[in-house]
């Protein structure tokens, strides 16, 4: 689980990411979802500092957020392949939840990131720009996944071959996006 003090600093770490991009701010409740046991009174003063952040932004802010991802419906081409990347490791968190979450730190938080990026596949096909956006904040969830994978098989040379996979897959989804993206030019 995440402390007092960690949990302060990753309030402020987002606060500060959010003044980059403020969709950071999505990740907020999932810090309150990484405490072991989140007490009221222990919630109080950073959820404050949230709403007095939001109602200190100017006005038309979050407005133009909501106009450009929600109402315009902008499209990301990506869209699509991105929620599908983050959801073959959070349908296979939450498939294989005994097995591995239960050995890792902030198990809850690896949990609630699974649930939510399968949900944010149900959004993709009306909202993609703002589903693409968010997913972009749930990639540490699958560096914990692949990373961990493997460690489901006992024998050494499955364990292997199962590293071996996802590296080959991962360097395949590499190639075709260098090869095939509309802005690989550009990387």
Same mark, same amino acid.
């Given at each position: 689980?995440?402390?007092?003090?960690?949990?302060?600093? %990753?309030? *402020?770490?987002?606060?500060?990411? =959010?003044?980059?991009?403020?969709?950071?701010?999505?990740?907020? @409740?999932?810090?309150?979802?990484?405490? @072991?046991?989140?007490?009221?009174?222990?919630?109080? *003063?950073?959820?404050?500092?949230?709403?007095?952040?939001?109602?200190?932004? @100017?006005?038309? =802010?979050?407005?133009?957020?909501?106009?450009?991802?929600?109402?315009?419906?902008?499209?990301?081409?990506?869209?699509?392949? /991105?929620?599908?990347?983050?959801?073959? @490791?959070?349908?296979?968190?939450?498939?294989?939840?005994?097995?591995?979450?239960?050995?890792?730190?902030? =198990? /809850?938080?690896?949990? %609630?990131?699974?649930?939510?990026?399968?949900? %944010?596949?149900?959004? &993709?096909?009306?909202?993609?720009?703002?589903?693409? /956006?968010?997913?972009?904040?749930?990639?540490?969830?699958?560096? &914990?996944?692949?990373?961990?994978?493997?460690?489901?098989?006992?024998?050494? =040379?499955? /364990?292997?071959? &199962?590293?071996?996979?996802?590296?080959?897959?991962?360097?395949?989804? *590499?190639?075709?996006?260098?090869?095939?993206?509309?802005?690989?030019?550009?990387?």
């Amino acid at each position: 689980g995440i402390t007092q003090e960690k949990g302060g600093r %990753a309030f *402020l770490y987002i606060g500060l990411a =959010a003044l980059f991009h403020k969709t950071a701010c999505v990740l907020l @409740p999932l810090v309150l979802l990484s405490y @072991p046991r989140v007490r009221l009174k222990e919630v109080l *003063l950073p959820i404050g500092i949230v709403v007095t952040g939001f109602l200190l932004l @100017p006005n038309n =802010a979050l407005q133009d957020m909501w106009s450009v991802y929600v109402e315009q419906q902008m499209e990301s081409s990506g869209g699509w392949i /991105r929620a599908w990347m983050t959801d073959l @490791p959070g349908f296979s968190m939450l498939i294989f939840r005994k097995q591995l979450l239960n050995q890792w730190p902030g =198990a /809850r938080l690896w949990i %609630a990131l699974s649930v939510m990026s399968v949900f %944010a596949l149900l959004l &993709v096909k009306d909202y993609s720009t703002f589903v693409d /956006r968010l997913l972009l904040y749930f990639s540490p969830m699958t560096l &914990v996944f692949y990373g961990r994978f493997p460690v489901l098989w006992r024998d050494g =040379a499955v /364990r292997a071959a &199962v590293a071996l996979a996802i590296v080959l897959f991962h360097g395949l989804i *590499l190639w075709v996006w260098l090869n095939y993206a509309v802005h690989a030019e550009s990387w």
